[in-house]
């Protein structure tokens, strides 16, 4: 049997508008289980003022709401968010916006619209253009990594690692398109991986949570890989992992 795993850290949105926008948005996705509404601003300056304090991954922003240019500023943010703009017409949306645009929205919101919307948020997230970052700044944790590679040293921003696989006296970190292989061992890179965001699955693989499609009795599929599942890790990783994060669950 294979269980699909839901995104481990729903995407934290927050809607800045009036009504009845924000209303809208709070209503459409309440039964989105990879989306959670964390606040409502009223106006920009308040929306500035909470993100500087409270990041999230996604801004529904009024396009009718005045001060826009004010949000330049969330350009300094460690992690600035996705923006889905909803606007009176298709074509009325700022191009000096400080953050990238997922999607555009016409009013009046329709719900399979605004679904799309958020999926189209998500998948962005997955591909790495903005996965929610195990590894903020504000953290206390970098969400980079350097290792040793050709004689020097390689940076890797570690939400973008798929899994990395142990070969002896190195390892390679494997990513959507690329591999790069470290002069390390695993045990130093486990050591340097935050343990709530990596799991080991087997002696030779060390995969990221939140990159986990689906597990089955012996294996886990990680983006398009196949990797194989020792059985007294298995338990532990139902645990941690899958019984509190089951599509629909």
Same mark, same amino acid.
């Given at each position: 049997?294979?269980?699909?795993?839901?995104? #481990?850290?729903?995407?934290? %949105?927050?809607?800045?508008? !009036?009504?009845?926008?924000?209303?809208?948005?709070? *209503?459409?996705? !309440?039964?989105? @289980?990879?989306?959670?509404?964390?606040?409502? %601003?009223?106006?920009?300056?308040?929306?500035?003022?909470?993100? =500087? /304090? @409270?990041?999230?991954?996604?801004?529904?922003?009024?396009?009718?709401?005045?001060?826009?240019?004010?949000?330049?500023?969330?350009?300094?943010?460690?992690?600035?968010?996705?923006? #889905?703009? #909803?606007?009176?017409?298709?074509?009325?949306?700022?191009?000096?916006?400080?953050? =990238? #645009?997922? @999607?555009?929205?016409?009013?009046? &919101? =329709?719900?399979? =619209?605004?679904?799309?919307?958020?999926?189209?948020?998500?998948?962005?997230?997955?591909? !790495? /253009?903005?996965?929610?970052?195990?590894?903020?700044?504000?953290?206390?944790?970098?969400?980079?990594?350097?290792?040793? +590679?050709?004689?020097?040293?390689?940076?890797?921003?570690?939400?973008?690692?798929?899994?990395?696989? @142990?070969?002896?006296?190195?390892?390679?970190?494997?990513?959507?398109?690329?591999? &790069?292989?470290? *002069?390390?061992?695993?045990?130093?890179?486990?050591?340097?991986?935050?343990?709530?965001? $990596? $799991?080991? &699955?087997?002696?030779?693989?060390?995969?990221?949570? +939140?990159?986990?499609?689906? &597990?089955?009795?012996?294996?886990?599929?990680? !983006? *398009?890989?196949?990797?194989?599942?020792?059985? +007294?890790?298995?338990?532990?990783?139902?645990?941690?992992?899958?019984?509190?994060?089951?599509?629909?669950?």
């Amino acid at each position: 049997m294979s269980y699909p795993v839901k995104n #481990i850290v729903p995407l934290r %949105c927050l809607v800045v508008g !009036g009504e009845p926008v924000v209303s809208s948005v709070a *209503d459409m996705t !309440g039964n989105v @289980d990879f989306l959670t509404v964390t606040a409502t %601003c009223a106006s920009t300056m308040e929306a500035e003022a909470f993100m =500087q /304090e @409270d990041p999230v991954d996604v801004l529904f922003l009024d396009a009718d709401l005045p001060g826009l240019s004010e949000l330049e500023t969330l350009s300094e943010l460690d992690s600035p968010p996705l923006a #889905i703009f #909803i606007a009176t017409h298709s074509d009325c949306t700022p191009d000096d916006l400080p953050f =990238q #645009i997922a @999607d555009r929205l016409v009013k009046p &919101i =329709q719900p399979e =619209q605004l679904l799309q919307a958020v999926e189209r948020a998500r998948d962005m997230f997955l591909e !790495g /253009e903005g996965l929610p970052d195990m590894c903020r700044v504000g953290s206390g944790r970098s969400p980079y990594l350097h290792v040793r +590679h050709n004689n020097g040293s390689q940076k890797i921003v570690k939400r973008d690692i798929l899994f990395v696989e @142990d070969g002896g006296s190195y390892v390679t970190f494997v990513m959507t398109g690329r591999e &790069i292989v470290a *002069d390390q061992t695993m045990a130093s890179i486990e050591r340097m991986l935050p343990e709530d965001a $990596f $799991f080991r &699955i087997h002696r030779s693989f060390l995969v990221n949570v +939140h990159r986990i499609g689906s &597990i089955s009795s012996s294996g886990v599929l990680v !983006g *398009d890989y196949e990797l194989p599942l020792s059985s +007294h890790r298995k338990d532990e990783l139902m645990e941690s992992v899958v019984y509190r994060n089951l599509v629909g669950g």
